[in-house]
């Protein structure tokens, strides 16, 4: 990627669709804007409301479109013409009614056919090349309401607390892309931190020990490992000490410390 990057949320823009489900990929955006303090304003050349600014020496954008879903498409054509953005480099986030709600994947070619936004996108790009942030939004349990209905009613105030700590997570993994984090944990870039390993983000994100749980245990079976099996020499001392630091940043880039703590483990032993 070069050094852009716009996130687009898909949305209606009529104030009685603001809190809808089918309105997260807009919801999205704010919370984006506020996080990085960037006012989001009305671009009426470009059919949206964005903001330009500068991250990481990136030019980040966001924005939203300021009409109806299914025209949603035009408003990002213009953004990426305007500001000569190229398809790969677009994150367009949106509601995913085939992802539970509190969870969600940052995806390279992989969407909902049936989104009427995304469909809307696909009248000007590849949707194979461009990235996708697919927020949950499915909790009907076993009520039979309909997608279409479902979507456009209005998130209860308990699922707005679980929208907000989904977003939370989407911003650290989105703030670590933007500053290239992790890079030199992966030969192909920071491209591969949005897009191939978005699987641990979507499906174990919301799981964990937590970083002080992670700490303690890992403390305690490290130590039992130096005293109980008897690791003597200077070189596996040092080496366990790496894989545990990698293993802490394994869990926190993808805000799992209980899959941090088995990567340690079975490291750990494989290494010894």
Not at 20 to 29: K, L, S, W
Not at 123 to 151: C, Q, S, T, W
Not at 165 to 176: C, L, P, S, T, W
Request: proline share 1%; charged share 20%.
């Amino acid at each position: 990627m070069s050094g852009k990057i716009l996130f687009f949320g898909l949305g209606n823009a009529d104030d009685k669709y603001i809190e809808n489900r089918h309105n997260a990929g807009h919801q999205f955006i704010d919370y984006l804007s506020q996080k990085f303090n960037a006012g989001l304003a009305r671009a009426r050349r470009l059919s949206c409301f964005f903001s330009k600014i500068k991250i990481g020496g990136k030019d980040v954008f966001l924005a939203k479109n300021d009409s109806y879903m299914n025209l949603s498409g035009n408003s990002l054509k213009k953004i990426a013409d305007y500001y000569h953005v190229k398809q790969e480099e677009i994150f367009i986030a949106y509601d995913e009614l085939d992802i539970p709600l509190g969870k969600f994947k940052i995806q390279k070619g992989i969407f909902s056919k049936l989104h009427k936004g995304v469909a809307s996108a696909g009248h000007f790009f590849d949707l194979d090349k461009m990235n996708f942030i697919r927020i949950g939004v499915n909790n009907r349990g076993r009520e039979r309401i309909p997608g279409e209905a479902y979507v456009l009613q209005d998130f209860s105030e308990n699922e707005k607390i679980v929208l907000k700590q989904v977003f939370e997570k989407i911003f650290g993994r989105v703030k670590d892309f933007i500053l290239g984090a992790l890079v030199f944990l992966f030969p192909a870039g920071a491209d591969v931190l949005a897009q191939e390993f978005s699987f641990p983000a979507g499906v174990l994100a919301d799981a964990g020990i937590g970083w002080m749980g992670f700490l303690i245990i890992g403390f305690i079976y490290l130590t039992l490992l130096h005293f109980g099996i008897g690791v003597r020499k200077e070189g596996q001392i040092y080496g366990l000490s790496i894989i545990f630091a990698l293993s802490a940043l394994f869990g926190y880039y993808f805000s799992n410390y209980t899959l941090a703590l088995i990567i340690l483990i079975a490291a750990s032993l494989m290494y010894y």
